[in-house]
């Protein structure tokens, strides 16, 4: 290679260094897009100003990647402190005493598993189409993401199933009872989407309209009592009732549940691939996930977690699918960060066939686990996602 040609050759590498460069935008033009006030010289701009730096970094390095299957991007998370991202899954760190035994096989059986032999399932299914769906749902900086999926899941399958109703998540995070602890202290510190669905049944839940998201904790407008569990938090088997794997139906026909339509929830098999396929073909279902490798996502299929994954992050799956030219087969999953993070609000998660990509959660407390429950358990799918799921059933409007 002669003279000329290395000049060339090194004037077209920096002139797409810089390009690239460019692609992203400076901490001023992200303080400017997401409103953004720290004032420049004072403590807080200096944090936010180098959180966003090594972000920016990770993005560039991690999209020079030309086998990813995903890309990343700068986003309204980009100057988060590791902390404000934790709590906005609902993360907490609590050490307390074992109580073995905190989930439990439901009486009932579950209507996912048995379908296992009786119906071809399709290759693909998008419920994106949804209102419920496109809707844009950000929490804030509450860690209501339980409560979110939560209302997310009951509205879509309430749209399918053509009822024309909202669900408030507000009023779960201000009213759904939490003694046990369960995935957090309750409220804007976590709970669980089984302790939703308790509420629901036993309470009934108004609508969006009724009770607006505000992403704080609120004074509830309801009674704060469910049934078996009063304000000491009742039994030990209360809530192993409450959360057993399972469908779990209303406990009579005036149940606030038969007025709002709805049938019955399901507590799918833990880690169990075909039921969650099943589940999510009839409708969209409630999914917890560990979700501290999202926050630089864009576009593509993740598949960026470990095996060894904290559950630690409920949202709502939304359908599955496979990649036209990749051929990877995914999940659809409707995160609760808004609509201008991810894929219009979502991303793809990979989908591997089976009780695949299995490891251990070693602080479940941190995220779907109780006070007294198990130190560790076994955890599968990309970010585990098979792990802990809550499926829906509505009686149809006709």
Not at 14 to 43: I, V
Not at 175 to 201: D, I, Q, R, Y
Request: charged share 15%; net charge neutral.
């Amino acid at each position: 290679m002669g003279l000329t040609q290395q000049l060339l050759l090194t004037c077209a590498l920096l002139a797409a260094t810089a390009a690239a460069s460019s692609a992203y935008p400076s901490f001023a033009e992200f303080m400017a897009k997401h409103g953004r006030t720290f004032a420049p010289g004072t403590q807080e701009y200096e944090m936010r100003s180098a959180i966003y730096a090594q972000k920016l970094q990770q993005v560039q390095l991690h999209n020079s990647k030309a086998q990813r299957r995903w890309s990343a991007a700068v986003n309204h998370l980009s100057d988060r402190t590791e902390a404000e991202f934790a709590q906005l899954r609902g993360l907490r760190a609590t050490k307390s005493a074992r109580m073995p035994g905190m989930v439990s096989s439901h009486s009932s059986g579950g209507q996912f598993l048995g379908q296992v032999r009786n119906i071809v399932l399709p290759d693909e299914k998008d419920w994106t189409s949804l209102q419920a769906v496109q809707a844009s749902t950000d929490q804030i900086s509450c860690g209501s993401c339980w409560a979110v999926a939560t209302s997310t899941v009951l509205t879509a399958n309430a749209e399918i199933n053509g009822h024309n109703r909202t669900f408030s998540a507000q009023e779960l995070v201000s009213c759904a009872p939490n003694p046990h602890k369960c995935g957090g202290n309750g409220g804007c510190s976590g709970s669980t989407v089984e302790l939703a669905m308790n509420w629901v049944m036993e309470r009934g839940l108004a609508t969006l309209q009724e009770t607006p998201y505000l992403g704080s904790d609120s004074q509830c407008k309801k009674t704060v009592l469910l049934q078996g569990v009063g304000d000491d938090g009742g039994s030990d088997h209360s809530l192993k009732e409450m959360t057993a794997v399972g469908i779990h139906m209303p406990k009579s026909q005036s149940s606030p549940a038969h007025l709002l339509a709805i049938q019955s929830w399901e507590r799918l098999p833990e880690n169990e691939y075909q039921p969650l396929m099943r589940a999510a073909a009839a409708g969209p279902v409630a999914v917890s996930v560990a979700a501290d490798a999202w926050s630089l996502y864009d576009k593509g299929i993740l598949d960026s977690c470990q095996k060894d994954a904290v559950i630690d992050h409920a949202v709502a799956l939304v359908g599955y699918g496979i990649d036209r030219s990749t051929k990877d087969k995914y999940w659809i999953i409707k995160n609760s960060w808004g609509n201008g993070w991810g894929e219009n609000g979502n991303i793809r998660l990979l989908r591997e066939e089976g009780n695949v990509h299995c490891g251990t959660d070693k602080q479940p407390l941190v995220g779907t686990g109780c006070t007294g429950g198990p130190s560790t358990v076994p955890v599968c799918g990309m970010c585990g996602i098979l792990y802990d799921a809550v499926a829906v059933k509505f009686k149809p409007n006709l």
